[in-house]
């Protein structure tokens, strides 16, 4: 047997194209059906492709399949095919009912499903959920395990999300001008929120984590490739996602424990990611908005030096100054105390920390515990332990275990 | 040398998985067949379709879909070159279907034209 090599991830690809074409073409409140017409296209990939072997074109296949299965919904629907030769044209006859499945018009209508998804009714959590199904192809057994959740509550959460978009009427197209400046901050947190999903979560499934960060960092990519949005706060996001990704490798050890930036074998530092984050970062650079993507690119750009100089940690401190001002967060501020005891010393960044009183999180002990290591070792000990009573994670608490038994 | 049918039986022939799932499965069949190609015992195959599926009963009712009442659906079905049934059952052994709970594969050999059953 002749065989094609199926390339990679090509359904969860081809899942994204399908479905937003078919969904732009149906109106947002089909969005279920055109779920279940792409899926039902790989059903029958699974039917054919096994036996009679790959096709040599296999994308241009499956969009002859969904084609045809579009259309043959149409025909045997009536009430759907109503609907949408209404809408569509005036010659009412679904037999002439095109999918335009040009590379342009899948280029547009992942684009469209992009700023549709993030619509402001939407929650923060639907948002990233329905950005997982439809525009990165995943399953809901996927999206169910990086939220360490189950399939029911996925599910629930999705098909509310979808019943919010039917019920407001959202439109798959792309924003006004005026509107996108408007939009494009859900856009990019739904984004940056996805990556860190990736990046910061607490399930075990490394390669899907992976993936998680890399979705992001692709939308990001079609984002910019769309000429309103090459913006440089857009830049800066990538940038930002760039420089964390270059660490991935060194940040998890075998059995998937978390890597202290600290131990890190810088080595494993991926050199291409870093460069092509400056690359970003430097075409950030334009422009009045100091962004928060900005600031935390910044941030992580100098971490991807590793050795500790004065300049180092004095640029850090000073972005996380910048950064807390535009937005408060408890990480930022925690980071921001770590760099002040690079820089002035332990005693410093006591007094420092304990200005912070974020008395119900782990990491404001465990950075205590860090800081009186070389100072007291009795509070050492006692901020570890208050640490380790609040911490969330396996990962986590194996870190803190480690500390505690190195405390002399 | 015997030829025989082995028939994947889905469980539940709706289920849908996720495309990565999917992909997943398709490259685990086209290894398995590609695997018993190796050997040259590899005579054909197909996919059955859900799409048109049709259940005529006794009574003339034809009822449409392969699914609802009926527990198994047929999926599909390679035809393999064994010595003996017990070849065919390794062949088998090694189809991804088995990896779904509750589906089965059936090995069946061919009647010759020879007289002999």
Request: net charge negative; with cysteine.
């Amino acid at each position: 047997m002749e065989q094609t090599q199926l390339i990679p991830h090509l359904f969860r690809t081809e899942f994204r194209k399908i479905t937003a074409v078919l969904c732009k073409s149906f109106g947002i409140e089909n969005i279920t059906v055109a779920e279940d017409i792409a899926s039902d296209t790989f059903l029958s990939a699974m039917e054919v492709w096994p036996y009679k072997g790959v096709p040599p074109n296999p994308a241009a296949w499956l969009y002859t399949v969904a084609r045809n299965k579009a259309r043959n919904m149409l025909t045997r629907n009536k009430v759907f095919a109503d609907k949408i030769s209404q809408e569509l044209s005036s010659d009412g006859a679904s037999k002439t009912f095109e999918i335009d499945l040009s590379l342009q018009n899948i280029a547009d209508s992942q684009l469209q499903m992009l700023f549709a998804i993030c619509h402001p009714t939407l929650s923060v959590e639907a948002q990233i959920g329905l950005a997982l199904r439809i525009l990165c192809g995943f399953g809901i057994d996927e999206i169910a395990t990086a939220f360490i959740s189950n399939k029911d509550t996925i599910n629930k959460r999705l098909y509310r999300a979808k019943e919010k978009l039917r019920v407001n009427q959202v439109a798959i197209e792309f924003p006004l001008q005026a509107e996108i400046a408007k939009r494009l901050p859900a856009v990019l947190t739904t984004i940056y929120l996805l990556f860190n999903e990736g990046y910061y979560s607490e399930s075990n499934n490394l390669v899907l984590r992976k993936d998680l960060c890399y979705e992001a960092m692709r939308l990001a990519e079609m984002l910019l490739a769309y000429p309103p949005a090459d913006l440089p706060q857009v830049h800066a996001l990538l940038a930002l996602m760039y420089f964390h990704a270059s660490r991935f490798e060194a940040r998890l050890g075998t059995t998937g424990e978390l890597i202290l930036y600290e131990d890190q074998d810088e080595t494993l530092w991926d050199k291409q990611l870093i460069s092509e984050g400056a690359r970003h970062l430097h075409m950030a650079s334009t422009g009045a908005q100091l962004s928060r993507y900005h600031l935390e690119a910044g941030i992580a750009y100098w971490h991807t030096i590793k050795e500790d100089t004065v300049a180092k940690w004095e640029n850090i401190l000073h972005l996380f100054n910048q950064l807390l001002a535009l937005q408060y967060s408890p990480v930022a501020a925690l980071n921001r105390t770590y760099a002040l005891a690079k820089l002035r010393g332990n005693e410093a960044a006591i007094a420092a920390a304990e200005q912070l009183q974020l008395n119900d999180n782990p990491f404001y002990f465990a950075l205590l515990g860090e800081l009186y290591r070389d100072v007291d070792s009795v509070l050492s000990r006692q901020n570890f332990t208050l640490a380790l009573g609040l911490a969330k994670t396996d990962a986590d608490r194996q870190q803190l275990n480690r500390k505690l038994s190195l405390l002399v | 040398m015997n030829e025989y049918v082995l028939i994947m039986r889905h469980e539940d022939g709706s289920k849908i998985a996720s495309p990565e799932q999917m992909e997943i499965w398709m490259k685990q069949t086209m290894d398995w067949i590609g695997g018993i190609a190796a050997q040259n015992k590899f005579v054909g195959g197909t996919g059955l379709p859900f799409d048109d599926a049709r259940v005529v009963g006794s009574n003339g009712v034809v009822t449409n879909g392969a699914f609802g009442d009926i527990k198994e659906t047929i999926g599909g079905f390679i035809t393999v070159r064994a010595d003996s049934v017990e070849e065919a059952v390794e062949f088998a052994k090694g189809c991804p279907v088995l990896q779904g709970p509750g589906n089965t594969m059936e090995v069946r050999r061919i009647a010759k034209n020879d007289g002999a059953h």
